[in-house]
């Protein structure tokens, strides 16, 4: 149950920050509360962790978050609530991008590069994510031209 609570973004800061001076005091992975810390955050990982695959599959789960999100936006507007950020439709083509690059920047990235000092094997995923939010900052350029 502690793994499936740990990806509710709405704890993450806390999570993260705990998880990062547990890897920076070297902690004893041995020990169960550790063990338990480290699957929490590989468990977060996994639920983030499109931005930070191949272009061609990040984009398919990039169009079905949008999906969502958008769904929600259209509730929320029907119920005549105020629509969260990037979950406008009207907005779409510059809010996503945006939404996507400030996702990568505060969220995954820190988070890919942090797993990867543990599992160096993630290295390559810092870059997959890095390349991805380059093309969502070009695309950007591009529209605004």
């Not at 705990?18 to 070297?26: A, I, L």
């Not at 929490?40 to 983030?48: N, P």
Request: hydrophobic share 40%.
């Amino acid at each position: 149950i502690e793994m499936v609570l740990a990806t509710d973004m709405s704890n993450h800061a806390k999570i993260f920050e705990g998880f990062k001076r547990t890897v920076s005091d070297h902690r004893d992975w041995s020990i169960k509360e550790q063990k338990c810390e480290a699957m929490c955050m590989s468990l977060k990982l996994a639920d983030i962790s499109n931005c930070s695959r191949p272009r061609h599959l990040y984009m398919e789960w990039a169009k079905n978050i949008s999906a969502e999100f958008f769904q929600q936006g259209d509730a929320e507007s029907r119920l005549g609530f105020p629509i969260s950020p990037f979950m406008d439709r009207r907005k779409e083509r510059l809010d996503f991008p945006q939404g996507q690059i400030s996702f990568m920047n505060f969220i995954v990235i820190p988070m890919v590069e942090l797993m990867s000092e543990l599992l160096p094997e993630l290295e390559p995923a810092v870059g997959l994510c890095q390349r991805n939010k380059e093309e969502w900052q070009q695309f950007l350029k591009t529209v605004s031209n």
